[in-house]
């Protein structure tokens, strides 16, 4: 593991490589003081963790008292195929095993071992954060899905047990009763659907992308909390 960034009395900013199998993913961990868990960022449809709109909601997270990890979940190599076929950002098995290792390099750092773990998942990454929860059922607390593409999830659909939130802009129309469509087949007792009002796919209009941090923010705090250490909830938590 690679670091860089600096420590303030309030918040820790790391730049992180992380070894996935023969990979090297990039990510942006930051953390609060006393954290009260933290999120992983799943992107998706050609973004990164450089993406402004994830790179606010992870602000509002952070001063809520959350954690994040801003997750590159496509190598430098691939991205630079992603962009020329369009492909990678769709192989939603891949996109969810990366996160799957991901969340497992969290559970052995020492900054971040103790710290129950939620996901917030655009466009087809929330796809991907859906497939990883179904296989991590009790080591994610919660799950948060802004304009997503959960259908894209498929069978894993009915193995998600976290809470989750799956919130949609109302004039995104297509993408909207998609989102219906999956969640109609959510077995989690403890889910949302919630349609911001006038909104389109990216959240751009006024107060609209605020109101989606904001709601990510509540979810999360409603449901992720820190666990003991060691209890080691990853291990043998493959389900899906």
Avoid at 137 to 164: C, H, M, N
Avoid at 199 to 204: D, I, R, Y
């Amino acid at each position: 593991m690679t670091t860089t960034g600096s420590q303030n009395p309030s918040q820790l900013d790391r730049e992180i490589k992380m070894a996935i199998g023969r990979k090297t993913l990039c990510a942006t961990l930051a953390i609060p003081e006393e954290p009260k868990g933290i999120v992983l960022f799943a992107h998706g449809s050609g973004s990164s963790r450089h993406s402004p709109r994830n790179r606010y909601v992870a602000g509002v997270l952070q001063s809520a008292g959350m954690a994040t990890l801003l997750l590159d979940l496509l190598t430098a190599d691939e991205e630079a195929i992603d962009e020329r076929t369009a492909e990678l950002r769709f192989d939603i098995p891949l996109l969810a095993d990366r996160l799957v290792a991901a969340t497992e390099w969290l559970e052995h750092d020492p900054l971040t071992k103790n710290l129950n773990a939620a996901y917030f998942g655009a466009s087809t990454g929330a796809a991907a954060a859906l497939v990883a929860a179904a296989k991590l059922p009790e080591a994610v607390s919660a799950i948060v899905s802004r304009g997503g593409r959960p259908d894209l999830a498929k069978d894993s659909l009915r193995f998600v047990e976290a809470p989750t939130l799956l919130i949609v802009g109302g004039s995104d129309e297509p993408v909207l009763e998609l989102n219906r469509w999956a969640y109609d087949r959510l077995p989690c007792v403890r889910k949302k659907l919630l349609i911001v009002p006038g909104a389109t796919h990216l959240f751009e209009e006024p107060g609209a992308l605020g109101e989606v941090a904001h709601a990510a923010a509540d979810w999360f705090a409603r449901y992720i909390a820190t666990r003991p250490a060691g209890s080691g909830v990853l291990a043998g938590a493959a389900k899906a």
